[in-house]
């Protein structure tokens, strides 16, 4: 069974509480049970961490590349600056899904960029807790593709 690690960045375990206008009220332990479930009826394993340090989230990736099978990152504002972040994305082979919530495109300019999104595997953002699932999707096809 694939093991994917759903790994989220700086204020995601505040969701539900954080600008809930933008974000929406489901709270991140909402988010890795509907990502458990999914993966369930995909015969996908999911391991689940955040973390609001950036070192933390550079160490999980690192790990990742011989522990997991994919990782679906959601690496919050680090997404748009950091650039230690995108080289650790690049030093694995691991595959590696990038999700926002919101569609970073229609807000503030400075989140139009992402730093990580020349070194992923593909970007998801917009559709709220649904871009997690299609992100496991998007892994799952990626690893039949490759595997046909």
Known sequence: MPLVLILNGPNLNRLGQREPDVYGRVTLDEIERM??????RHGMEIETAQSN???VL??????ADNE???VVLNAGAYTHTSVALRDAIASVAVPVVEVHLSNVHAR???R???CIAPVVLGQIAGFGPASYLLALDALRLHW???AG
């Open 35 to 40: 990502c458990r479930a999914h993966g369930a």
């Open 53 to 55: 340090h950036e070192g």
């Open 58 to 63: 550079i160490d999980r990736i690192q790990a």
């Open 68 to 70: 997991a099978d994919g």
């Open 108 to 110: 503030e300019g400075f």
């Open 112 to 114: 139009h960029r992402s």
């Open 144 to 146: 039949e593709a490759s």
